[in-house]
RNA sequence: CGGGAUGUAGCUUAGUCCGGUUAAAGUGCUCGUCUGGGGGGCGAGAGAGCGGAGGUUCGAAUCCUCUCAUCCCGACCA
């Protein structure tokens, strides 16, 4: 008996929600806005990390660890920043608690203010800059190059798992450089990090481009970054990467004497991406079924279920999934026998496609004696009876395949969903009829882009960094465009 | 912060309009048993006093007042 969830056709969101509560990631915490992250959906942000970490590292970066307070007076060191993030900030005021004394509970103690208030670290770049102040002096202390792995605060209206919570684990990396090329070259470097790791292991494909004035980073010169389709056809920033100029030195008077002794300011990057990595991976591949994941970040790639009548089937049938895990697990296959006897085999097969495990294996009698095993997909659903000798091969390369078709199929879907469009107002009929991306001719001014965010609902994602040269009219004024922009409502 | 809605068992909900036995069901949980190739069948059992506070009444999950919380739609955002 199948139980019934919300599909993705009936209702997106309750799907998606649903969704992460049944493959068992997360869940609502008492603390508004924010999320309990549970074992198998942490094991998830795990993979997706340790990958991450492994290539910042590759690129020469080392981890640090900054404060998660940031003394009020630095956020507002830097105009755009502060003005960027001002409405979002949680402020700590007070360092100690009382009895109160109607026995009611704990106050807090009046006398305990704060004499210059903390701020719950949105993101680092003041705390961060205001050590570099003191690391820098030389052009041979240059480049800085550092990753945190971090927890922030912004204290959003509205908050949906794993995509907006008050509360978010994330990586920031801020560079500091002697040039402008250099940090130019940083912020597109590690966009391209971003793309390389969103396609190969998330096998989600990605945009990269550059954000237009209106839709950058409170603080830079450029914001680079990677926007993914959704199955809706919404688009989600998957990443960013920044290019600070001299901003943040500026602020905080980083200054260094280059070879000739000659003093300028620093220049800075930061990047970044969060745990919304996880809805993008949640909304990129799975069905109505529940959670797919792809094979490079499944915490468990493949599992195995008995199917017996006595302990001696049972027993039978044990010792050819050991020999088969131990196979498995010298490949470096992750593999859990699941031979607990208080669930059936159909309700294990449920929960193991609700929770996305890219390869099921299950071994009844009836292949035991043929020298058989079933092997089943998640990504397409499907199932066949294989020979149990060299089994272990068979999975190896379809764990790959697994892995590729999820690709090829979202790229795919976003290929069918992104549509060329030349006029207002087959760009507003096709965005409520079809949804996902267009690609446009923009006049450049913030006041068209907002003309049409307004109107549509529908903002620039990104000026794609590979877009054709192609020179038009924009779509809304008529005036002269240097090429299309991609237009498309996003999360 | 504006507009709308909802709080009843771990979860999903019925009951509320029109007050009246011991607050109901599904699912989950416990025990037993038959089972076992797609979320099992049968039997037994534990579990809530109805978001909170106050009020009306002989009597409140149901009516009134206040309060808290959550969800949806807007404004804001990775």
Redesign the pocket.
């Known amino acids: ?3 019934k ?1 919300t599909t993705r056709e009936q209702d997106y ?2 799907w998606y ?1 649903e969704l992460v ?2 493959a068992d990631l997360a869940e ?1 915490s ?4 924010c999320m309990v992250i549970k074992p198998y959906g942490f094991a998830i942000w795990e993979n997706i990390k340790d990958e991450l970490d492994k290539r910042f590292k590759e690129t020469g970066h080392s981890n640090a660890y900054f404060p998660l307070f940031i003394p009020k007076s630095y956020l507002s060191k830097e105009a755009s920043h502060v003005e ?1 993030f001002a ?2 900030c949680a402020v700590v005021t007070h360092y100690r608690l009382k009895n109160a004394e109607d026995g009611s509970g704990v106050v807090v103690d009046p006398t305990a203010k704060l004499e210059e208030e903390l701020i719950v670290r ?1 993101t680092s770049e003041t705390i961060i800059w205001n050590s570099y102040k003191n690391w820098i002096q030389s052009y041979r202390d240059l480049p800085i190059l550092i990753n945190q792995w971090a927890n ?3 204290w ?5 798992l ?7 684990l ?1 990586q920031e990396g801020h560079t500091a450089h002697a040039t402008r090329d250099e940090a130019v070259e940083e912020a597109e470097k590690m966009n391209q990090v971003y793309a390389d790791f969103a396609e190969q292991y998330m096998a989600m494909p990605v945009i990269q481009g550059l954000k237009t004035e209106s ?1 950058r ?2 603080g830079a010169d450029e914001t680079y ?1 990677i926007e993914a389709m959704m199955q809706d056809g919404k688009a ?5 990467s920044h290019f600070l100029g001299q901003n943040f030195a500026k602020a905080f008077d980083v200054q260094f004497s280059d070879k000739e002794g000659k003093r300028d300011f620093v220049w800075a990057t930061s990047w ?1 991406v ?3 990595l996880m ?1 993008a991976l949640i909304m990129t591949h799975s069905d109505d ?2 959670l797919v994941l792809p094979p490079k970040l499944a915490p468990i790639q493949v599992v195995a279920v008995p ?4 302990q001696e089937d049972l027993d039978k049938i044990s010792e050819r999934f050991n020999e088969l895990g131990a196979k498995l697990k010298a490949k470096g296959i992750s593999f859990k026998y699941d031979d607990d ?14 929770k996305g495990i890219p390869v ?1 294996l ?8 043929g020298g ?3 092997v ?1 997909r998640r990504d397409e ?1 499907t ?1 066949e ?1 294989v020979s149990f000798d060299g089994v272990d091969a068979y999975i190896e390369n379809l764990l790959e395949e697994i892995q590729l078709n999820l690709l090829n199929k979202a790229k795919a879907y976003r290929e069918e969903r992104t549509h060329k469009v030349d006029s207002y107002d087959d760009f507003k009929v096709q965005l409520e009829e079809k949804g996902g991306f267009f690609l446009a001719h923009w006049d450049g001014t913030a006041e068209t882009e907002e003309k049409i ?2 109107e549509t ?1 529908a903002t620039i994602r990104c000026i794609p960094a590979d877009r054709e040269e192609e020179t038009g009219t924009c779509m809304v004024t008529g005036k002269p465009s240097a090429g299309r922009v991609i237009f498309a409502k ?2």
């Open positions: 008996m199948a139980q969830y969101s309750k929600n509560g049944r609502h008492d603390v508004k806005g960027g409405k979002e949105p922030v605060v912004r959003e209206m509205r908050t949906r794993f995509l907006r919570t008050t509360e978010f994330w839709e980073f409170a970054c989600l920033q998957a990443g960013t970044g969060s745990t919304r809805g079924e529940g199917i017996y009548k006595s006897d208080n669930r059936r085999p159909g309700w294990k097969f449920a929960e193991y496609e609700s099921r299950a071994m009844g009698m009836r292949d035991f004696e058989n095993i079933e089943a659903k199932k009876v965010k307004q609902k996003a999360y």
